[in-house]
């Protein structure tokens, strides 16, 4: 079993910058995929952005490339997302999740582990 466990986020102005981080725990994260999606209120929970943990590979919601870096650490077990130019609609809780198996997946349903979430405000 993978624990993950989010940290980051919070208030910020519009334009502005914040760090997310997801350790996760319980056994190494030694392949698979590790994903941020977010949720905004009455909006369906969104992908974001995922990296390949063995190959490093990234992938990125078009809503936000360019903007945003997903990356690894693996020897901290610890993806993290850092969102520049954050905007208003940037505004949601954010979920790290993970699955086992290599494969670019945009759909929630097919990752087996989740954080608990982090809230990001953007002010305008």
């Known amino acids: 079993q993978v624990q993950l466990i989010e940290s980051g986020g919070g208030l910020v102005q519009a334009g502005g910058s914040l760090p997310l981080s997801c350790a996760a725990s319980g056994r190494t994260f030694s392949s698979g995929v590790m994903a941020w999606f977010r949720q905004a209120p009455g909006k369906e929970r969104e992908f974001v952005a995922g990296i390949d943990w063995t190959l490093g590979n990234t992938y990125y919601a078009d809503s936000v490339k360019g903007r945003f870096t997903i990356s690894r650490d693996s020897a901290k077990n610890t993806a993290y997302l850092q969102m520049n130019s954050l905007k208003p609609t940037d505004t949601a809780v954010y979920y790290c999740?993970?699955?086992?198996?290599?494969?670019?997946?945009?759909?929630?349903?097919?990752?087996?582990?989740w954080g608990q979430g982090t809230q990001v405000t953007v002010s305008s």
């Open positions: 999740a993970a699955k086992d198996y290599p494969g670019h997946r945009t759909y929630h349903g097919v990752y087996n582990y």
